[in-house]
């Protein structure tokens, strides 16, 4: 097993990295002190992997109770989170109640959320089970729910007390979802480490092939990487707006197409096609790498070409993505493998760049 730390002060945790994990006493005993746990996952994970959890928490004497939500980002919003009150209050859970987000990122989005409100804040366990929640939504406290009016709008920075992934959960994850958890480990080489992107490069065929050492690795690296852009810029006043890299574009090709339609991952990994090329036609990097990247996206399994949504409609969408600033769209590009940055762009060039990706 890996340990790493993300490191804020007295809010600092533990992530551990490993296989069978869910059965390991020690792990949770630390962070989870109080008389309840409260195990929140949904429908398809229950079966597979939450009664392994709630018999190690009954072994550390804690009364368990298990939240299964619908599961589905449909269901990410008001009404599945009282479905969590429900349960918490139902159990007349204190506020030394600890709750577990055992799942993919919509659970542990809205468990981090209720842990958040839940009288006015109790402590938090990760549990993630995608590859996209390993690498990335369980670590660095951004929690919350979907508004019709906007996705994740409603939320609140929410640290958990540790995040526990285990390999091993990633045997039963559809292929899909595989993938859509590659394009977030790409997008970490891409940003902040040229070494593990030639890495990634390397072993994609054995990363597809879900080979524990290969997807630990991946898991470690991202880990890294993002611990330390949250632990000097937890709220994100500037460096943490960089692990947006091709969600200006996901996300207008996610809204575009309606949520659901592609996978957050497949519109990342599409996006940050597009956004290499953008980075390359302002003479940010070499032209070369635009290929390069679209290379390892492809092999990963993602889709590089966007959906033809219309040139302004694209533009639309990209304004009211969460880092526009009075309608200025902001855009995360890379000045060199490994490396990236923000800026606004000429439209003429964002044009160009639509018309070469879809
Ligand atoms: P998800 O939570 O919907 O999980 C994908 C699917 O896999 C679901 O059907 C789920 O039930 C299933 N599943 C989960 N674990 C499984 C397993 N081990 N075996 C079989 N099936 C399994 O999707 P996701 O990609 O994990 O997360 C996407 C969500 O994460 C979005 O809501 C997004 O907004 C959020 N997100 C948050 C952050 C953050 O920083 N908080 C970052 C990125 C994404
Ligand atoms: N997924 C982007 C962030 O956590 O900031």
């Known amino acids: 097993m890996i340990t790493l730390k993300l490191d804020l002060g007295e809010r600092a945790y533990p992530i551990h990295i490993g296989t069978e994990l869910l059965k390991q006493d020690a792990l949770f005993a630390p962070h989870v002190r109080g008389t309840h746990a409260v195990i929140v996952t949904n429908t398809t994970v229950a079966p597979l992997y939450a009664e392994q959890v709630a018999q190690t928490l009954q072994r550390l004497g804690k009364r368990v109770v298990t939240a299964v939500l619908p599961d589905g980002e449909a269901h990410k919003n008001w009404q599945t989170l009282n479905l969590i009150f429900d349960e918490l209050l139902g159990a007349q859970a204190d506020r030394k109640a600890t709750l577990i987000a055992l799942g993919g990122g919509v659970v542990g989005d809205m468990t981090g959320f209720a842990a958040a409100c839940y009288m006015r804040g109790v402590p938090f366990v990760q549990v993630p089970t995608t590859l996209l929640a390993q690498v990335d939504s369980s670590v660095g406290g951004k929690t919350g729910i979907n508004h019709p009016l906007g996705k994740n709008m409603i939320g609140a920075f929410w640290q958990p007390s540790a995040v526990l992934a285990d390999i091993g959960t990633l045997s039963t994850l559809p292929d899909r979802e595989l993938a859509a958890g590659m394009a977030e480990v790409i997008k970490h080489g891409a940003i902040a480490d040229e070494t593990f992107f030639d890495w990634i490069e390397a072993h994609i065929d054995a990363l597809n092939g879900r080979d524990t050492a ?69 003479g940010f990097i070499d032209e070369a790498m635009v290929p390069r990247i679209k290379a390892v996206v492809a092999a990963a399994g993602l889709p590089v070409t966007g959906p033809d949504l219309g040139e302004d409609r694209y533009i639309d969408l990209m304004r009211v993505d969460k880092k526009a600033e009075g309608g200025d769209i902001r855009f995360v590009l890379l000045n060199r493998l490994g490396q990236a940055f923000m800026t606004s762009v000429p439209d003429a060039e964002l044009r160009a760049t639509l018309r070469a990706n879809v």
């Open 214 to 282: 290969a997807l630990t690795h991946a898991v470690q690296r991202s880990c890294e990487i993002k611990a330390a852009v949250v632990a000097s810029d937890e709220r994100e006043q500037g460096l943490r707006a960089t692990l947006n890299f091709g969600h200006t574009f996901g996300h207008a090709i996610e809204a575009g197409l309606g949520y659901g339609e592609w996978l957050h991952g497949e519109a990342v990994g599409c996006g940050m096609v597009m956004a290499a090329d953008l980075s390359a036609r302002l």
